[in-house]
């Protein structure tokens, strides 16, 4: 039973109660009034608002509108919270930009209503935090060319759509290596929302540094249907703490995996947080993402008028993945083989989907010495490593 997915009656039930949740009105006002933050104004400096030959965007950022679009809770203590910030540090940065936030715009309906709104109100540059966001500006951005869109972890492009992303595969493969050294039980949990393919490739990212040291445990995986909610997240860390995982990998930001691993007894790490101060004694390490590595870019090509669309991925190379404290848990033998493997993925000298890589079904998916490229690797996966053996993505 090596990788296979828990309790079919609790995804069942957790589908349903998603579908329920998408079932109440979603008219226009509703929409608006209830996800459209306060547009702020960044406070004004001594800074030169010189134009930028053919922008009409100061140096200082002056003239330019960013809207910034949320899949969830602003203050959700993770994945978007961790966007919010990286806008802060813009606005640091480049002081005269005007910044919209509107958060709860859930992909379809209310992120089209969200973008059209930015789009019509002239924000010239507009961000979508959401891996599931690619095709609702895809709906609209046709109609809105002299608005520029960037959203996360896809990889379609067009004249005013870029993707961003980060190669959060290098951090969960160290994440993966503390589990499988840790985990007494030999068997590491894994938490996720959706099976999308940024998600599975962090899952196979994980499964490849548990293997790497510890190739007889076993990883037990669960996706509970949302991006966030403590009820959801709390059950499926009781499934897999029964199925005996005592670590758990969580891509999830809420309390609920935290709270149920300090009453159990249990390791775990999430996704984009630091818990070291309010779980103590279950956190195992993380990581944060700075996403500004991304946005200052972005905003220094809109002043010279030099934006395009890209694919721009960033890792801990680039800053744009910075590691959490780490916990009492952690030994000073795991932090040093942690260390090595990471300065092999700075110098590019070890990369984690490097060949040969077989999926579990037998199929050869990187070949010998062969590495995923750009547009592989952000498009990855929508199959799962041999390790998982078992295991199988929902449908």
């Not at 929302?193 to 037990?220: H, S």
């Amino acid at each position: 039973m090596t990788g296979r997915r828990l309790l079919t009656p609790l995804a069942l039930t957790l589908a349903i109660a998603l579908i329920a949740g998408a079932c109440g009105s979603d008219d226009v006002a509703e929409t608006t009034a209830a996800t459209q933050a306060a547009t702020t104004a960044a406070p004004t400096t001594a800074a030169t608002t010189t134009e930028a030959p053919g922008s009409g965007i100061g140096a200082d950022g002056s003239g330019l509108k960013v809207g910034v679009i949320f899949d969830g809770p602003l203050l959700d203590g993770g994945w978007n919270e961790s966007h919010s910030a990286a806008i802060d540090r813009v606005q640091e940065a480049y002081p005269g930009i005007e910044v919209t936030r509107i958060e709860g715009a859930n992909p379809g309906q209310r992120a089209q209503l969200a973008l059209e709104e930015l789009a019509s109100q002239g924000h010239q540059l507009i961000l979508a935090t959401g891996s599931s966001h690619t095709e609702d500006i895809l709906t609209i951005n046709e109609d809105y060319p002299d608005s520029k869109f960037a959203t996360v972890g896809g990889t379609l492009l067009a004249d005013n759509l870029a993707q961003y992303f980060t190669a959060i595969e290098q951090i969960r493969y160290l994440h993966g290596m503390m589990a499988g050294l840790l985990t007494e039980t030999g068997v590491v949990g894994f938490v996720s929302g959706f099976p999308v393919p940024i998600e599975v490739r962090t899952l196979n990212a994980v499964a490849l540094g548990v293997e790497a040291v510890n190739p007889d445990a076993r990883m037990e995986v669960l996706w509970v249907n949302s991006w966030y909610d403590p009820d959801l997240e709390r059950e499926a860390a009781r499934t897999l703490f029964e199925a005996g995982a005592d670590v758990i990998v969580s891509d999830m930001s809420s309390p609920g995996i935290p709270s149920f691993a300090d009453r159990e007894g249990l390791l775990f790490t999430s996704y984009d947080q630091d818990l070291s101060e309010v779980n103590p004694d279950s956190w195992m390490g993380g990581f944060r993402i700075r996403w500004d590595a991304y946005y200052k870019k972005a905003v220094e090509d809109m002043i010279a008028g030099a934006w395009g669309p890209e694919l721009y991925y960033g890792g801990i190379a680039e800053g744009m993945l910075v590691e959490a404290t780490y916990g009492p848990a952690v030994t000073s033998e795991i932090l040093d083989a942690i260390e090595e493997k990471k300065e092999q993925l700075v110098s590019g000298s070890f990369e984690v989907f490097r060949g040969p890589i077989t999926d579990n079904e037998g199929v050869e998916r990187v070949g010998d010495g062969e590495s995923l490229g750009l547009v592989e690797v952000q498009g990855c996966c929508d199959w799962l490593v041999s390790f998982l053996e078992g295991a199988s993505l929902p449908t």
